[in-house]
C-alpha cells in the first residue's frame, strides 16, 4: 500500500491491517504509551475545502506519532495561483515524507500521487471520504466485536460518504443497502466498482430508492448532511427532495433493536436525522468522531514508517 486515495485501491488484508492498527495505536494511546513510530517525519496538509475534524484529527495524529504537520489552505501555496499539480507534487515531496489534500476534484488526489514520490492521502474529495469509512468501521468493530456478515443502511445524498462505505463495506465482508431519492443516486461507476469488490468477498451491496427497504434488519444505521459544500444553492430544492429520508424514530423502527447509528458530521438536527435518534441510545457518533484520530494514525503509520 502505497498511498490511499480510494478503499476500492486495497484489499482485503490492508482494510483489516489499518483497523488493527488504529485499534493498537488507540489502546497504546489510553494506556499512556508514547508511539513516536514517525519521529522526525513531516506531512504537508493541503486544504482547499476547510475543515475542522480531519484538520485537527490530522494535526494531532502526526502530533502523536512524533511528527510534524504542515497546515497549507489554498492561499498559502502556489497551487492556488496555477502552478501545476506536477510541479507541486515534485516540490513537496523534496521537503516532506507525506501529503495529505482535502480537495474537491478526486482527480487533483490522484495526479499528486501520480507525479509525487511520497505518499498521498486522501482526507476527502467530492466523489470519496475513505478516512471517515475507516474511522466508522473501527467504530462499528468496537461496538459490535466483529464487521462481517452485519448489514448496514445508509440512508440519504449518493455522495463521497455513500461511495466510500460501499467499498468499506465490500472489504470488511459486510452487507451494505443505500438508499436514495431519485436524481441523487450514487456515481454509476463507483457503485459498480463496488459490487464487484463485494462479489469477490461474499457480501452484498443493495441499491435502492426505498429507505424502509433499506434499513431493515439493519445492524448500522448512517445519514449525511443534504447539502454538503459547495452544494448551498441546491437546498430549498434537497430538503424537499429529501423529506422521506430523514433518520427519524419511525424509519429507525425498522433496523435491529440493538442498531447502533453513525454520522460523519457536521450534523443538522431536524433535517437528515431527528433529534432523539442523534442525541439518543443508538447514537455513537462522538465514538465515531474520535476514532477520525486513530484510524488516521494507522495510515499516517502504514505508509511513512521507515
Known sequence: MKHLLSLHDI???????????????????????????????????????????TRVSFETGMFQLGGHALYLNGNDIQLGRGESIYDTANVLSRFVDGIMIRTFAHSDVEDLAKYGSVPVINGLTDLLHPCQALADFLTIREHKGRLEGLKF???GDGNNMAHSLMYAAAKAKMDIAVATPKGYECNAEV??????????????????YDPVEAIKDADVVCTDTWTSMGQEAEKAERIKAFGDYQVNAK????????????HCLPAYRGYEVTEDIIDGPHSVIFDEAENRLHAQKAVMAILMAD
Open 191 to 208: 457503485a459498480e466498482n463496488a459490487k464487484a469488490d463485494a462479489k469477490k468477498s461474499g457480501s452484498n451491496i443493495t441499491i435502492t
Open 153 to 155: 443502511a445508509y440512508i
Open 11 to 53: 484489499t482485503t488484508e490492508e482494510f483489516y491491517q489499518i483497523l488493527d492498527t488504529a485499534a493498537k495505536l488507540k489502546k497504546e494511546l489510553k494506556a499512556g504509551i508514547p508511539h513516536p513510530i514517525l519521529k522526525g517525519k513531516s506531512m504537508a496538509m493541503i486544504f482547499t475545502k476547510s475543515s475542522t475534524r
Open 251 to 262: 424509519l429507525f423502527a425498522n433496523a435491529k433493536g440493538d442498531a447502533i447509528f453513525l
